[in-house]
């Protein structure tokens, strides 16, 4: 496999969502290419970042108007 | 379940008793409920979450409507963060959080339990953000697959980061260039990121989210992914602080 291949499969790699054999074929291609080899740790370090992260503030006044909207549904909704 | 979160289900029937229907009341009961080491409801392990949730649903299903704040006071923060991810405006953000806590309110007897409700919750709030950005910006999103050839995401120049981006910025600092680099992304490529990658949702539950098939998630998310790596190098890479 060349570095192309592996560039348009690292996502389902990274995922473990490949054939075993097309694992393999990667994985001899990382061995002798230090440029994907980079590419395929930055690509799993980016997702690692970003997961469950908390890039928004919260503010008070959104959270007390939600309470607000949903404390008057639902008496509406028991009434 | 564990320990905690019996403990947890056991404070919130606790409370029922004293402040039914009341979110504000709940909150204060749930600061001073003695089983519950913690003040802040909110920051409570995501495994205790998930290991009582369906207690939660179960109750609030049955009519108990201190059951279902309990799921609001849980999960709006990330409700919030999901809509202003997808929309980028405070106040479609706002409308759409509104919007999908009041739809899973009014259609709780439909939840099948089979999923988690976080990952219902979720769906809700991504299809109420997606309408709202499609009617703000309705030639942007599309159902169809981004026209781009190969050549535009494969990566130039690769350069090593060096030690962990983590212990290089400052936490603040590291969420000021994710937002920046995030917000940089088109649309499309954006909302199946976010989905995928910073809700943790499956390819499956993801197409169905955005109404598209579960092969151009996986295409959209290559992208997506290829495409923050190539902008995040930028700040990796050219900062500074390289040790």
């Known amino acids: ?44 370090v980016t997702v690692h970042l970003y997961y469950d992260s908390d890039l928004t503030d919260y503010p008070v006044e959104v959270q007390a108007r939600l309470h607000e909207t949903l404390r008057r549904k639902i008496r509406r909704e028991r009434k | 379940m564990g320990v905690r979160g019996v403990r947890l289900y056991c404070a919130t029937l606790a409370i029922r008793s004293i402040e039914p229907g009341l979110l504000p ?43 279902f704040e309990e799921l609001v006071n849980r999960y709006e923060r990330k409700i919030f963060r999901l809509t202003m991810n ?27 339990e089979a999923s988690r409700f976080y990952t219902w919750l979720v769906r809700i709030a991504a299809n109420e953000a997606l309408m709202r950005l499609r009617k703000r910006r309705p030639n942007q999103v599309s159902l169809d697959e981004p026209i781009e050839s190969e050549d535009d995401f494969i990566p130039q120049q690769i350069e090593d980061w060096g030690p962990s981006p983590e212990q290089r910025f400052a936490q603040t600092e590291m969420r000021d260039i994710l937002r920046g680099v995030i917000d940089e992304l088109p649309p499309d490529f954006r909302i199946v990121f976010l989905l995928r990658d910073v809700e943790g949702l499956s390819t499956e539950e993801t197409a169905e989210t955005v109404g598209i098939s579960e092969a151009a998630v996986k295409s959209r998310l290559l992208r997506g992914r290829l495409k923050l790596r190539q902008k995040l190098d930028r700040h990796f890479r050219q900062n500074g602080k390289k040790h």
């Open chain 1, 1 to 44: 496999m060349n570095c192309k291949g592996v560039i348009t499969r690292i996502s389902s790699y990274i995922d473990g969502d490949l054939e075993a054999t097309v694992v393999e074929e990667i994985e001899l291609h990382l061995k002798q290419c230090q440029e994907c080899t980079i590419l395929v740790q930055q690509t799993k």
């Open chain 2, 25 to 67: 009341g709940l909150l204060a009961s749930l600061a001073k409920a003695p089983t519950l080491s913690t003040s802040n409801p909110h920051r409570l392990p995501s495994t205790v979450a998930r290991e009582d949730e369906h207690l939660l649903v179960a109750a609030a299903k049955a009519g108990d409507a201190s059951a």
């Open chain 2, 86 to 112: 997808i929309t980028r405006n405070r106040e479609d953000a706002e409308d759409a959080m509104q919007d999908a806590f009041m739809k899973a309110y009014s259609h709780l007897a439909k939840f099948q």
